[in-house]
């Protein structure tokens, strides 16, 4: 492979892989995955051209395409080497596109699910092409969740919040959590007793607790207190004599290899790893780990896969390890097959350790805390997955009620159960219940640890006590990230390279929040979810999400063409969304076609000002004629849907345009702009709505308004906002919306001077918890304290600017400052942020130790340096410190989120 070059996703993969091919004239370059993608600020796809992706370099693609295409002109041979999927085959061929221009050399593609010497010399020895279907599978889903989330946000943004974003898959998710936290808000907990005896035996003298099991021979119902008291007392005056001893044998199976949404259920229940922390962690292990003087090595299997398939010679040094290190009973007379579900690629494998001779307990001390952990889970379901089942028994012990004088009213039986382990079988190294079931254990499942006493048929049996136990019915738990991957799963909803990436979104979007590791909606959340399934109930229901799945894995079998999809899909969601919303952009001559139908004599309306802007249609069509036509340039988004809405607005001035629309696929939304045009013509005053209005004088006895505040170049005020709503309320006009639910905010925020706020906020929904308690004296003095120490400070850092928001340390401090003089007080987060901002001016504050040990606060410890480098980005990576301690991280930060708890070895990830 002289002159030849290997291009793989991360600098960890590389390195990796160089050790093993790292031969003079091999070069190895990471292309920091996806190098090219849709535009970040228009829609992207010809929607008039068979969706063709209108696809551009990345800001970081950009400097990693012009390395490639420097190394790839003196090379004879190209590898292409990224990751065996579907976005693996993506990057793969977006490389391709971009630098075959700049070489003659001849592409390959290698792929592997293992990097591990055997496994890279096979997929070098043998190289084949870019696999075309799973290429256009990537394809289909991007511009399909492209054309969702692009056209379905904007009608988030007009009725709900403006920055909220709607997705394929995302959506579906956010519902099913909404959906079981209204179950559960809607549940009424039912009233039911258990009645449990304590049994003793003269011979042999034991104990029994046993549960009421069969009330005239049917499961009880035993619903209140009354119902168990009488009962009890016919319990209490009868006899008791052994009815039935009973032992079944079973056999439990071991449990298939993890793919991804199991490893991922499997860490969150039992390691406390969120879904996109266990990727992390996982990919680690899969692109190679220090484990010495050696360099990396690939620990684990490829981490994305939905395949329980494991490769014959795995499985042999699997069996051959286990007899061996537990005994040729634990090896079962076959080799365990699985099943994969219908959606696997059968080529893939699940996710095992690609030396099952590598214990964890060999690794200890080799890995971060985290990576021994998920690598330990990993080997041990993997090793029990090709052990023998463990066989147990299952006893049944059952006593019967007797009458002592008069007879009984009802026939009583009560039931012990236990189960004994004869063969532990594969248990002996994996024994962990799947995710779920620890919220769903019944009580007359026999329990493990539990012995039975060795009782024989007719046996008496004394009564010593009679418990009674008022329980209540419960209703479904939150999900957490683990039961929400399983139920996606189950659903069909996303793929193994999907499930972190949706659950992440929905959190970080706050649509959801984090109670105690379970997932719950915030009220964001369940506006966004009540518009979306509102209004497109099709579009965001399960089965139909389920459905566009199963039709992209077709896709990547080749048996439907991608762009035919897109278009039947189209066909409908154009029926689901407004028109307006649908009309992309311009393409080729398009606009060109739509300006030329604008004649000069138009008679135009006269401009119109709003509040500072002014809107002349003349001067904008002639500004978009001079951009397209004299200066070449392609319209955006936006200004093309504003041309159509021009075009609709002046149909009847505009003889051809009928035709126009007709020809460019804009009929449907000419019409629709039409309609929106007329209709606000037309637009008379309606009826107040009461309910609004209601609402509104609720703050008609606020006295004291919060003083306005400027933020950036908006000033808000509180008080002319109120009044600006009401007066909106009471022209007839109704309420957006957002606009609803800034009124409901407004009015919660004044609720101490509110009378009988507690039934409003019964009536409008509102926020009822109680404000913040105001800040005792010693609080107070505290924090004017601290507001002194930064009157000292004369030399302010320069400001940060960070995306769209500036941070400017000097016009924070001046607004706390003046928040504390009218208001007397700062909220918690505004307290903790002064604390963080003390220490980094402790130089220009007299006396700042003494002062600051009075005031618990730490100087800010600046940035260590060391010689390790980051796993992701290869950034070096920089101790920094936390009120939980020391910890690593990225020094890319934050463009790079990197941190670790334990520094690697230098060069190691």
Known sequence: MSKSLVVVESPTKARTIGRYIGKSGVTVLASMGHVRDLPSKSLGVDLQNGFRPQYQPTDKGKKVLAELRKAAKGASDIYLATDPDREGEAIAWHIKEEIEGATKANFHRVTF??????????????????????????????VLDRLVGYQVSPMLWREVKRGTSAGRVQSVALRLVV?????????????????????????????????????????PNVPDEATANT??????????????????????????????STLQQAASSNLRMDTSQTMRVAQQLYEGAELGEGGPVGLITYMRTDSVNVSREAQDAARDFIGRAYGPDYVPAKPNRFRSGKSAQEAHEAIRPTDVERTPDSLAGLLEPRQLKLYRLIWQRFLASQMAPAKQLDHILEIQAQPAAAPLRHSYIFRATARETLFPGYQAVYNISDVGKEDSLDPDEPQEARNLPPLKVGMPCDLRELLREQCFTQPPKRYSEATLVRALEANGVGRPSTYAATVGTIQTREYVARDKSRLVPTELGFQVNDFLVGRMPQLFDIGFTASM???????????????????????????????????GMASGDTALRLLDLFPADLAWDPPVTRGKRTYDDRKFIES???????????????????????????????????????????????????????????????????EDLALAQLLDGVAEWAEPATRG???????????????????????????????????????????GYAEAAARFGLDNEAAEPPPSDEECAAIAAMLAMLETVKQWAEPVKRGRRSFDDRE????????????????????????????????????????????????????????????????????RTSRRGVFYGCSKYPKCKFTANELPAPGAD
Request: aromatic share 8%; glycine share 4%.
């Open 113 to 142: 699910h293992e990097i591990t010497p055997r496994a890279i010399e096979e997929a070098f020895a043998h190289p084949g092409r870019i696999a075309d279907a799973l290429v256009d599978s990537q394809q289909a889903r991007r």
């Open 179 to 219: 959906e079981r936290e209204r179950e559960i808000l809607g549940f009424t907990p039912q009233e039911y007793w258990n009645l449990d005896a304590i049994f003793e035996t003269r011979n042999p003298k034991a104990s029994l607790r046993t549960r009421l099991a069969l009330l005239d021979g049917a499961k």
């Open 231 to 260: 009962l009890a007392g016919e319990i209490e005056s009868a006899q008791f004599r052994v009815s039935k001893v009973d032992s079944k044998p079973r056999q439990q199976s071991a449990p298939p290899p993890f793919t991804t």
């Open 549 to 583: 799945e199963e039709r992209l894995d077709q896709i990547e079998e080749g048996t439907i063409e991608w762009t035919a999809m897109l278009a039947d899909f189209y066909e409908h969601f154009r029926q689901w969304v407004s028109a307006r919303d649908a009309v």
């Open 624 to 690: 978009l004629r001079e951009q397209a036509v004299e200066k070449k340039k392609a319209l955006s988004e936006r200004q093309w849907k504003a041309l159509v809405a021009l075009a609709a607005r002046y149909a009847d001035q505009l003889p051809g345009l009928a035709a126009a629309a007709e020809e460019l696929g804009l009929a449907e939304a000419v019409a629709e702009f039409q309609t929106a045009h007329r209709e606000k013509a037309e637009e008379k005053p309606g009826e107040t709505d009461a």
């Open 713 to 755: 170049k908006r000033t808000y005020d509180d008080r002319k906002f109120a009044a600006s709503l009401r007066e909106q309320i009471e022209s007839g006009k109704a309420l957006s919306f957002p606009q609803k639910n800034a009124l409901k905010r407004l009015v919660a925020k004044y609720r101490e001077q509110i009378p």
């Open 812 to 879: 924070f401090a001046e607004s706390l400052a003046k928040q504390f003089k009218t208001k007397n007080s700062l909220s918690p987060r505004q307290i903790a942020a002064l604390r963080k901002l003390l220490p980094k001016y402790a130089a220009q504050i007299p006396d700042f130790a003494k002062r600051a040990e009075i005031l618990g606060l730490q100087a800010k410890a600046e940035p260590k340096k060391t010689d390790a480098v980051c796993p992701e980005c290869g950034a070096p990576m920089i101790q």
